[in-house]
């Protein structure tokens, strides 16, 4: 919510294309979530990361990756290796509560 | 890891009615019991939550009822209105979520005019 954003909100890409989807925040929490959520679907969790330049699996990291070099930034790469990209793509950060970002659409042409 | 059912998966009443919707779980060590709004397109919303040493809790219209012991938690809506028309989805946490949450395959409530 409030202090989570995310670029861009759509995305298109070519197959074979890795692409890099954007997630801030300013709630100076330490950690930070990339979910992913297909069409009447339930969230799935891809990487977490519990602090600076440390990041883990989720249960569905293949055809993913992650970095964290800021407590304010984790982006997500989308690599040519993950089968069925199209989905939103939605990142958190976490205090005592869990709050998501607005979300990228990414769709492969 | 956390195995996490919800019941039902579509939950349609009429405006005004109530509603509950259920969310069991099998983690035991489960401590925080969120739920979470989602509107179409939109992102999920914490709406209410509840921590395992309060057994109920309340804010306005919504409720959030835990029972540890059969480890199960609902949500309960009363005086639905039609903005309440949205997927609810539950993710209890066994380990103070740092892990990330498991989700819920989400209720789709229709509120019916």
């Known amino acids: 919510d409030g202090g989570i954003t995310q670029s861009p909100k759509y995305l298109f890409r070519k197959e074979g294309q890795n692409v890099t989807l954007s997630c801030e925040q300013n709630l100076n929490h330490d950690a930070m979530y990339w979910y992913r959520q297909d069409p009447g679907q339930g969230l799935r969790l891809i990487y977490y990361s519990q602090i600076v330049n440390d990041f883990q699996k989720g249960d569905i990291a293949e055809g993913y990756s992650v970095s964290r070099e800021k407590k304010e930034s984790f982006p997500l790469t989308v690599t040519s290796a993950q089968k069925n990209p199209t989905a939103f793509y939605l990142c958190?950060?976490?205090?005592?509560?869990?709050?998501f970002g607005p979300g990228t659409r990414l769709t492969v042409l | 890891g956390e195995n996490v059912e919800q019941h039902p998966s579509t939950l349609s009443v009429q405006e005004g009615d109530s509603a509950v919707i259920k969310c069991t779980y099998s983690d035991s060590a489960s401590n925080y019991f969120p739920w979470y709004k989602q509107e179409l397109g939109k992102r999920p919303q914490l709406i209410i939550d509840?921590?395992?040493?309060?057994g109920e809790k309340k804010d306005q219209r919504i409720a959030v009822t835990l029972n540890k012991t059969a480890k199960h938690f609902s949500l309960h809506i009363t005086e639905t209105q039609p903005e309440d028309s949205a997927v609810y989805f539950c993710?209890?946490?066994?380990?103070?979520?740092?892990?990330?949450?498991?989700f819920g395959k989400g209720t789709h409530l229709i509120i019916q005019p």
């Open positions: 509840i921590r395992s040493n309060v």
């Open positions: 958190a950060s976490r205090g005592n509560e869990q709050f």
């Open positions: 993710a209890p946490d066994p380990g103070g979520g740092a892990d990330g949450l498991t």
